[in-house]
């Protein structure tokens, strides 16, 4: 973790609306984050470019490059976590933003409150993988590394025929939470308590979309079937091995 020199938890926040940053920013130094503000997309490409950050809030609509823009820039080279701000209703800007790699949205105007919770949710995760995820799997073809939060596919660790596959903090922890149970159904509701610490909202679609990011980042199953079943209304099962005939 990259932290400010008091130990806090260290953030970017990008944003044009400088009255909202500014707001955003002061709560949560309050709350004791270390929080720089950019004011746009290119700056914000800088300054990532020059510093390190545990986590940044990113503005999706913003003049010149957008969210999406840095987004499309930073991934997969910056893995930092990223909780984007979205316009409420701007489903399609929501669903491109968590298919690039962002970890979890709120909707303007947000509450301080309920962004610092997000925050602290998303770093928690990282902060607990080097303890709660104790041991590496291996499913078939695919070898998931805690350690180093690596994902392998086909052949051994380091051989040419594997392939390391880059996967967001959320996109990880999803994988490792659905390997860790092979065949078992995992509902929606564990999962966005477990990996995205917060209850279920009925009309959230981050999960379906970061289960679709997973689909295509591991492919098929060299027999040809999905690695990660759909069980409609309840959720998923990692579950390679199952009769397709």
């Given at each position: ?7 806090s ?7 044009d609306?400088?009255?909202f940053?500014g ?8 709350e ?23 986590l940044?809030?990113?503005?999706i ?12 820039r ?8 990223v ?12 669903i491109?933003?968590?298919?690039l ?8 105007p ?15 995760r ?51 939470l ?5 065949g ?14 917060k ?5 959230d ?5 970061h ?5 295509r ?27 397709t005939?």
């Amino acid at each position: 973790m990259t932290q400010g020199s008091s130990g806090s938890l260290r953030l970017l926040v990008v944003d044009d609306d400088t009255i909202f940053s500014g707001m955003l920013r002061k709560y949560l130094e309050s709350e004791g984050c270390s929080v720089d503000v950019a004011c746009n997309g290119n700056q914000a490409i800088r300054i990532l470019g020059e510093e390190a950050f545990d986590l940044m809030v990113l503005d999706i609509m913003m003049p010149e490059l957008t969210g999406i823009e840095v987004l499309k820039r930073l991934r997969p080279d910056n893995p930092i976590p990223v909780i984007m701000l979205t316009a409420r209703g701007d489903d399609l800007d929501r669903i491109l933003g968590l298919e690039l790699g962002a970890d979890d949205y709120l909707t303007k105007p947000c509450n301080p409150r309920e962004l610092l919770a997000r925050v602290h949710a998303v770093m928690r995760r990282s902060v607990q993988a080097g303890t709660v995820h104790q041991r590496s799997i291996r499913i078939d073809d695919v070898h998931i590394l805690p350690d180093n939060r690596k994902v392998i596919i086909g052949g051994s660790p380091g051989s040419l025929k594997s392939q390391v596959i880059f996967l967001t903090q959320t996109e990880f922890d999803m994988l490792y939470l659905l390997m860790s149970h092979p065949g078992k159904l995992i509902t929606k509701s564990e999962i966005s308590r477990e990996v995205l610490g917060k209850p279920l909202s009925r009309w959230d679609r981050s999960i379906d979309v970061h289960i679709s990011n997973l689909r295509r980042k591991l492919g098929r199953h060299p027999r040809g079937m999905e690695r990660i079943r759909t069980v409609r209304g309840s959720g998923y099962i990692y579950d390679p091995n199952r009769d397709t005939r």
